[in-house]
């Protein structure tokens, strides 16, 4: 395992105040309390401050947002669009600064983490521009004397409650998708991970009408609270953990506000036998072949994000002829990842984002490790000495001898641990597989097209994926079953149910006849 000192933050460096955003300017908290914003890349280094929001911000943002509702919702969808380009346009100019900053707000690898999700933010913003012109109804044929069809009309004000792990992502999913629609938005920052959030709302304060879009800072059960229970949000659209989610959730519904959750997942990642080539095979297609299924299994396990993704595959269900075989050789290149400095391109896997979070994970490890037969092939401890102590690292963990029961193969652990378990039969996997709270992703591993397709519709999940493991693209629809969500995300489809609702209009017409 290759580690890298980490850098990213010194006694000397500068900590700046970050203002929220609200009516399209800078602004502290009314009560002008500040949180301080840590580097996870090395223990209780400070590197910003943000405010400390009170529900009196919460109700001044409401204010901003419902008071530019009905100039943003009139505007006509081209010049929306052109307003979403405008900030695509200048988020591709900064991209790298937007990279770095989530690199050290975050904890996640530069090359790895960050810079895709910059990139992939001004890729989403450019695609709900392109789809904005599809917010259409449906005209009903009803017969020479009546005129019957639908409109879809933009919710109103929606409050967009963002994670630490991913935010810049995760904005991508709601912010543009909600503004295409006609809505205002309200963004709540992640209190562990702010600062990329608050350059954002800077951004789109250039391109777009005071009051259009607000973003808030401050602790969840404050912020995110006063935004589920307030009756000037009209929907609240929240990501995170679903014991958060359902708290927020049941906020929100509790005055019948509209709402999407997208919420935690325990994904499985299912590889059949035909996945890897026979001991036979030593042509160069074979080789390849090999070589995308473990590339492909590093991505879906979201290693290079520290495990830190709610569609990380991490529960591996690997066919008993191969597993062995599997097992060693992934381990082996989860053991080539080089570990450490966040902002330095040569790290695959940054630091987990506080000291909280790494000690839950290190307490799931413990429980690994004490397990009767349960076996660490490659990881097991946090780091025990050597510069990854300076901050919040681990060391990516695969162990074998769980049981599909065990607490570690059905609990979210939100780390780089995965836990691989051997299967026979499709049917035994596929139950295994869909034992669980969760049905938010899964992956399939195989070059049999019935076995992939046929297991592909038969697990319980919103997300599956074959023969790859990457994230997620613009235009696909992307949500959870069972406790991993409501509503989808990402997509037109998305966008239309998730930020809209619709009017019926009946008119009766006057007759044509002589």
């Known amino acids: 395992m290759t580690t890298h000192t980490p850098t990213t933050s010194s006694p000397e460096h500068a900590v700046e105040d970050h203002p929220m955003w609200v009516g399209g300017e800078p602004v502290t908290s009314l009560r002008e309390q500040w949180h301080q914003v840590h580097n996870p890349a090395r223990r209780e280094s400070v590197i910003a401050r943000v405010p400390a929001g009170t529900v009196e911000d919460v109700d001044r943002a409401v204010v901003a947002a419902r008071k530019a509702f009905p100039a943003w919702r009139a505007l006509h969808f081209t010049g929306r669009a052109q307003a979403l380009l405008a900030i695509a346009d200048e988020l591709e100019s900064r991209i790298e600064e ?15 983490q960050a810079r895709p999700e910059a990139t992939n933010l001004v890729a989403m913003f450019r695609y709900f521009a392109g789809v904005a012109g599809e917010v259409k109804g449906h005209t009903l044929p009803a017969g020479e004397n009546q005129l019957q069809y639908t409109r879809l009309e933009p919710l109103g004000v929606v409050a967009a409650i963002l994670p630490w792990n991913s935010p810049l992502m995760i904005a991508a999913f709601k912010v543009p998708a909600a503004l295409a629609a006609g809505n205002t938005v309200i963004l709540k920052a992640a209190e562990d991970a702010p600062l990329t959030i608050l350059l954002l709302a800077e951004v789109c304060s250039k391109h777009l009408p005071a009051g259009v879009l607000n973003a808030l800072t401050g602790s969840g059960s404050i912020i995110g609270e006063a935004l589920a229970l307030h009756p000037g949000v009209d929907k609240v659209s929240f990501t995170g953990s679903t014991a958060v989610g359902r708290r927020v959730g049941g906020q929100a519904g509790a005055r019948l506000a509209h709402q999407s959750l997208e919420l935690g997942g325990k994904n499985p990642s299912i590889v059949f036998p035909d996945a890897l080539s026979s001991a036979a095979a030593t042509s160069a297609s074979s080789a390849t072949d090999d070589d995308e299924l473990y590339s492909g299994l590093l991505l879906a396990s979201r290693f290079t994000r520290q495990g830190q993704s709610c569609t990380a595959g991490s529960r591996l269900y690997v066919h008993e002829e191969i597993f062995d075989e599997v097992v060693g050789t992934l381990s082996s290149g989860l053991d080539a990842l080089t570990v450490g400095d966040p902002l330095d391109e040569a790290t695959d896997m940054g630091a987990v984002i506080n000291a909280k979070q790494h000690s ?10 004490n397990t009767p037969g ?10 025990a000495e050597g510069p990854l102590t300076e901050g919040y690292y681990h060391l990516p963990t695969l162990f074998t001898g769980a049981r599909n029961d065990f607490r570690i193969a059905r609990e979210e652990i939100f780390g780089p641990v995965l836990v691989a378990i051997p299967w026979r039969t499709v049917d035994e996997v596929v139950e295994m597989a869909n034992d669980t709270n969760y049905g938010l992703a899964a992956y399939v591993w195989s070059h049999n097209l019935d076995d992939a397709l046929n297991t592909a519709h038969r697990l319980e999940a919103g997300w599956v994926q074959i023969n790859q493991g990457g994230g997620q ?10 406790q991993s969500g409501i509503g989808r995300e990402v997509s037109l489809e998305g966008m239309l149910a998730g930020f809209t609702q619709t009017k019926q209009i009946n008119v009766k017409l006057r007759g044509t006849g002589a």
């Open 98 to 112: 937007f990279a770095r900053l989530t690199a050290l707000d975050t904890g996640n690898a530069l090359r790895t």
């Open 360 to 369: 839950a994970i290190s307490n799931f490890l413990d429980e690994g490790r």
């Open 374 to 383: 349960m076996k660490a092939v490659i990881g097991g401890s946090e780091p």
């Open 473 to 482: 693209v613009p235009g696909q629809s992307y949500g959870g079953y069972k």
